[in-house]
């Protein structure tokens, strides 16, 4: 736990920045520098002082990259975490109330439609106010507004973690090892094994292998395209890894007698947070409608992950098959390959702690 | 005119003081009944000592509301048992549990079901890892905390693994047919399980209280607390376990209550 010099809230130990004020935290030298979701500022607006940020819903309107860095000072105002704007609705009851101008009864103000007769309070209001539309609420992507630097040659933008760009690495035709011993940035990177990853082209296409690293490679994948999960699929939301396990059952015993348990509900497999190299933590059986997973709504929640979107993906499953979804996530979904995979011009592409975009 | 106050012989209308099975004037024998003083039962049912069951939630085929007097010293039931049987339930081994009479008291032993004997608790009971317990329809088993796995590799590789919370214990799920369902580890020493507002939350089981019981970890030593829920909470047991009147057990899907008169 670290605490929060400025404004006192207790952070997880691999927090770079506070959850409550945004102030960069102090790290542990030694040991291993944690990932912290790299792309956490990705969308950010501002280097103004968080606050304002969080108040003003700059968030929504500016979602441009702020490249230019020309004072490398440590005193640059730290980047926010993603933390988006709740919408008013969803955020905590507010003891303040009004009638509801359909039924009369005492509706929270922050409430949208009225929670005894569900009349829509927002259908009073004349069309032409100021309220934030749904669409204003949730940061662009930042792959959407990023830059096309024209890029004559193939290679990785290390994406650093206030989102602005880093070095470049010149992917040139042939396979291309990427690991701890690569040296240079990857040299001190404690998750990235020493042969961690291989970059070729196949054609006009990039295809990254891996080279059975501890930690793997992920993959952002794109918003509202489902990805088929399968059996040991592992993806990551925020700073959690996530693993699918299909649906596996004991056979029932042999004089007839069947596994007594809680009601099956059809249950097409089930997420596992992974905690260690053989172990995992909480897990939540997916049913064949589905289930919604973010930090504030959905049936799966992650309160304490500010890298989370309030919603931020969905598993469900269709004929017989388990598909996930990015519902639209800030800081994206990102799918392990397994063994290997494809690159699409202007992926973004995740391994050990570092975060880049492909381009070519 | 009076009526007297004692048997009178048929034979020869001599008064027979009470507890002699022959009249002492002409020796003509008393019969039985006159003899007993105390009263009879009307029913086998009334006998105190001996414990009844009482179906409360039943197998399809057999019904609920019946009720099996424990006359015997061993009874057993289960899906092909003779004596207490429930046919349809395939829940049941076929040989599944027995009740015993150990001395004046009644006792159920698990006769290796597959499923086990859940036996309602009073207020709070202790749990070891791996012991199982019931609450609404949901089955839980309780685990421990698996070692931390996240350190380097040989080659000084660090295991990237999710955000890890202190947590003394977990409790697992076990859904119908075997597989596991949600686990949830506790929130540091305890994890409460209900319909909303708790660690494990089943809005759509209606059998659950709002908040139905929990699992805490005191010193060493876990312990099962029941929050004074409407349909009780239940453990497996293990072996044989000693049963009072006015206790509660599910064997398979079937609820029974024990009634043992005083």
């Given at each position: 736990m670290i605490v929060c010099s400025r404004c006192e809230k207790e952070n997880q130990d691999?927090?770079?920045?506070?959850?409550?004020?945004?102030?960069?935290?102090?790290?542990?030298?030694?040991?291993?520098?944690?990932?912290?979701?790299?792309?956490?500022?990705?969308?950010?607006?501002?280097?103004?002082?968080?606050?304002?940020?969080?108040?003003?819903?700059?968030?929504?309107?500016?979602?441009?990259?702020?490249?230019?860095?020309?004072?490398?000072?440590?005193?640059?105002?730290?980047?926010?975490?993603?933390?988006?704007?709740?919408?008013?609705?969803?955020?905590?009851?507010?003891?303040?109330?009004?009638?509801?101008?359909?039924?009369?009864?005492?509706?929270?103000?922050?409430?949208?439609?009225?929670?005894?007769?569900?009349?829509?309070?927002?259908s009073d209001l004349p069309p032409a106010s100021d309220l934030e539309s749904p669409e204003e609420r949730v940061s662009p992507p930042a792959v959407a507004e990023a830059p096309e630097a024209p890029a004559p040659l193939a290679r990785l933008v290390l994406i650093q973690p206030d989102g602005s760009e880093g070095e470049?690495?010149?992917?040139?035709?042939?396979?291309?090892?990427?690991?701890?011993?690569?040296?240079?940035?990857?040299?001190?990177?404690?998750?990235?094994?020493?042969?961690?990853?291989?970059?070729?082209?196949?054609g006009d296409q990039m295809v990254v292998k891996d080279l059975e690293s501890l930690n793997g490679v992920y993959i952002r994948i794109d918003a509202d395209v489902p990805i088929e999960l399968f059996d040991g699929s592992v993806f990551r939301v925020g700073q959690e890894i996530l693993r699918f396990e299909g649906p596996t059952a004991p056979d029932p015993a042999p004089d007839g007698t069947q596994h007594a348990g809680s009601p099956h509900h059809g249950f097409v497999g089930r997420i596992s947070l992974v905690i260690g190299r053989d172990s995992t933590g909480n897990s939540y059986p997916v049913p064949p409608h589905g289930i919604h997973l973010g930090r504030e709504r959905g049936d799966v929640i992650f309160p304490e992950d500010g890298y989370v979107s309030g919603l931020h993906c969905r598993i469900h499953s269709e004929v017989g098959h388990v598909f996930l979804t990015d519902v639209g996530s800030s800081n994206g979904t990102f799918v392990r390959v397994s063994n290997e995979s494809f690159v699409p011009r202007g992926t973004y592409v995740l391994m050990g702690q570092q975060l880049f975009r492909a381009e070519y | 005119m009076e009526q007297a106050r004692n048997y009178v012989c048929t034979e020869c209308a001599s008064a027979v003081p009470s507890g002699h099975k022959f009249c002492g004037a002409c020796g003509a024998p008393v019969p039985a009944e006159a003899q007993t003083l105390d009263a009879q039962y009307f029913g086998a049912l009334q006998m105190p000592g001996k414990a009844r069951l009482i179906v409360v939630r039943g197998d399809e085929a057999m019904g609920e509301g019946l009720s099996y007097l424990l006359q015997a010293t061993e009874h057993v039931a289960g899906r092909e048992a003779d004596q207490i049987p429930f046919p349809s339930d395939n829940w049941l081994s076929?040989?599944?549990?027995?009740?015993?009479?150990?001395?004046?008291?009644?006792?159920?032993?698990?006769?290796?079901?597959?499923?086990?004997?859940?036996?309602?608790?009073?207020?709070?009971?202790?749990?070891?890892?791996?012991?199982?317990?019931?609450?609404?329809?949901?089955?839980?088993?309780?685990?421990?905390?698996?070692?931390?796995?996240?350190?380097?590799?040989?080659?000084?590789?660090?295991?990237?693994?999710?955000?890890?919370?202190?947590?003394?214990?977990?409790?697992?799920?076990?859904?119908?047919?075997?597989?596991?369902?949600?686990?949830?580890?506790?929130?540091?020493?305890?994890?409460?399980?209900?319909?909303?507002?708790?660690?494990?939350?089943?809005?759509?089981?209606?059998?659950?209280?709002?908040?139905?019981?929990?699992?805490?970890?005191?010193?060493?030593?876990?312990?099962l607390i029941d929050e004074n829920s409407q349909n009780g909470t239940y453990v497996r047991i293990r072996g044989e376990k000693e049963l009072g009147h006015g206790d509660y057990l599910f064997l398979g899907r079937n609820l029974v209550r024990v009634e043992v008169t005083a």
């Open positions: 691999h927090y770079k920045f506070c959850l409550g004020c945004g102030a960069e935290l102090p790290r542990d030298s030694n040991g291993p520098r944690s990932l912290a979701a790299p792309n956490a500022s990705e969308g950010r607006t501002t280097n103004a002082p968080p606050a304002h940020a969080a108040g003003s819903g700059a968030l929504a309107s500016a979602p441009q990259l702020d490249i230019a860095l020309p004072t490398p000072e440590p005193v640059q105002p730290a980047p926010v975490p993603e933390l988006e704007p709740l919408p008013a609705e969803l955020a905590p009851l507010s003891d303040a109330t009004s009638p509801c101008t359909h039924c009369g009864a005492d509706v929270p103000e922050n409430f949208r439609f009225c929670h005894v007769c569900g009349h829509d309070l927002h470049s690495f010149p992917l040139s035709g042939g396979p291309t090892p990427i690991g701890r011993s690569t040296g240079g940035i990857f040299a001190s990177d404690a998750y990235l094994s020493p042969e961690h990853a291989e970059f070729r082209f196949e | 076929p040989r599944h549990a027995n009740f015993v009479y150990r001395g004046e008291k009644l006792a159920v032993r698990d006769e290796g079901s597959l499923n086990g004997v859940y036996v309602r608790i009073r207020g709070s009971a202790p749990l070891q890892i791996g012991d199982h317990f019931m609450c609404g329809q949901q089955l839980f088993r309780v685990d421990a905390t698996p070692k931390d796995s996240s350190g380097p590799e040989p080659d000084q590789t660090y295991f990237y693994s999710s955000p890890r919370r202190p947590s003394a214990f977990r409790i697992t799920q076990v859904l119908e047919g075997g597989m596991d369902g949600i686990v949830c580890c506790a929130q540091e020493q305890t994890a409460e399980i209900g319909r909303e507002d708790c660690d494990i939350n089943f809005p759509d089981d209606i059998y659950l209280s709002p908040r139905h019981a929990k699992v805490e970890m005191i010193g060493e030593n876990l312990k």
